[in-house]
């Protein structure tokens, strides 16, 4: 087992351990956010056939440039079909998203013809293809829709449908538990003793399991249990979980315990402890098929070893590039402690006509959950770097930057 290593060593060590999960099909209805399989390309062209992109009506090539009255041929509705071809001096009343009569190279709105019997009139010269939707203007027969390892969002869900996909092959999400191993720590639903503490790591690690595409499948407590009973819920979890994230008892004190607990269930660690403030008190392992990650207790340092080191493994195990997408940043706000320790601090980074922006955000001691109610990134402070200067470019981990998530998925290919 490895001790005190660097980030990245230990991320790395974690996922040369990790594989895709198993691929299962789902309704597309639920496959929002879930991450495709497979390629899926267009079955055919879209649309299929010329169709009107106005009401109007059907122009012949020879009665571009002039025409008498157009004898009406017949007049089609939405869901009709021409019966016949166009033909010089004629025309056919069509529909915005209809099919096109043969042989039809512009079609007129509505608003610009006037009506005299069983005649169309209108002036002037008409541009060859004006109003009409080609074949395949939107999608040609056998282009990709969506790649393996892409997110299916909203309007790719309507693109799949429009091709006749009700349902696609999705990786499964990952099963993951978490436990918080401190002894003070009650589910945040009861109301503390005297040196009590309610969980507010547990409610907060299922959100970003959620959102990184997870299922927290379990929650569980040292509190009220012994360490036999613990043991063998433990046990338990990471025979049913593909990650399992305990929380707190990391560390070297009498009553730190995740190491021997984790030891005695016969989980093989990796390493214990990286070399990151908040969040030095990490570790992880495997068991079989499932990671273990344990994290600090403290919930900003708690926070930071999640986006480290359980993020990337989730991405893994979805079939995603599990690489961070890092960016450089603008930093709005001074921080003026400097320090040996690479530092990870809570900001919030937005971007605008400008570029990338950041401000660090209060409260940022490991203890605190001040900075945790609008973070959106984490603030790479290298080891040995002098303090931050307002102006001064920084690197910029994204974490819950949902709005921007396009973006950085892009800069994660790159």
């Known amino acids: 087992m490895l001790f005190q290593i660097g980030v990245e060593e230990a991320r790395d060590t974690l996922l040369g351990q990790i594989l895709p999960l198993p691929v299962k099909t789902v309704p ?38 002039e025409r008498p009255g157009l004898a009406l041929l017949e007049i089609l509705f939405p869901g009709d079909v021409p019966s016949m071809p166009l033909e010089p001096g004629k025309t056919s009343g069509v529909v915005t998203g209809g099919p096109l009569p043969l042989d039809t190279a512009a079609v007129v709105p509505l608003e610009k ?24 203007e939107d999608f040609c027969g056998g282009q990709p829709l969506i790649k393996r390892g892409s997110p299916v969002t909203p309007g790719m869900t309507g693109i799949l449908a429009a091709f006749g996909h009700s349902k696609i092959a999705v990786y499964r999400r990952p099963r993951v538990a978490i436990v918080c191993l401190g002894p003070e720590i009650v589910p ?56 399992v994230l305990t929380v707190g008892g990391a560390a070297s004190g009498a009553s730190d315990q995740a190491l021997a607990l984790l030891r005695e269930t ?6 214990w402890g990286i070399r ?12 079989g098929s499932t990671t273990i990650i344990s994290l600090s207790g403290n919930p900003s340092a708690c926070i ?15 079939g995603l590039n599990p690489l961070p997408g890092v960016f ?20 919030y980074a937005q971007c605008d006509a400008g570029g990338w922006t950041v401000r660090i955000l209060p409260g940022q001691k490991s203890s605190m959950l001040n900075s945790l109610g609008s973070y959106n990134a984490l603030i790479e402070i290298p080891s040995g770097h002098p303090p931050v200067r307002e102006g001064d470019k920084v690197t910029v981990y994204p974490a819950n930057i949902c709005s921007c998530r396009p973006e ?3 800069i994660r290919q790159n």
């Not at 639920?30 to 009506?57: F, H, K």
């Not at 013809?113 to 395949?136: H, M, Q, S, T």
């Not at 016969?266 to 390493?271: H, N, P, S, Y």
């Not at 930071?304 to 979805?318: K, W």
């Open 113 to 136: 013809v006037r009506l005299e019997g069983d005649y169309v009139f209108c002036d002037g010269e008409i541009a060859p293809g004006v109003n009409i939707k080609p074949r395949g």
């Open 276 to 287: 990151v403030k908040p969040g030095s008190h990490s570790g992880g392992g495997i068991s």
């Open 408 to 410: 950085l998925d892009s």
């Open 304 to 318: 930071t070893g999640y986006h480290l080191l359980a993020t990337p493994a989730l991405r893994a195990m979805q």
């Open 28 to 65: 597309l209805s639920q496959a929002l956010n879930r991450i495709a399989a497979t390629d899926y390309a267009a079955t055919a062209d879209l649309p299929p056939c010329p169709q009107s992109a106005v009401d109007g009506y059907a122009i012949h090539q020879k009665n571009l440039k």
């Open 328 to 347: 450089t940043a603008t930093c709005l706000s001074p921080y003026d402690k400097g320090g040996d320790t690479r530092r990870f601090l809570r900001g």
């Open 188 to 243: 945040c639903h009861l109301t503390p003793e005297k040196g009590q503490v309610r969980d507010s790591n547990g409610p907060l690690l299922a959100a970003l399991i959620n959102l990184d595409g997870g299922l927290a499948v379990s929650m569980e407590y040292l509190h009220g249990k012994k360490p036999d009973g613990l043991r063998e819920v433990l046990a338990g979890l990471i025979s049913r979980a593909d990650l």
């Open 266 to 271: 016969g989980a093989r660690m990796l390493f």
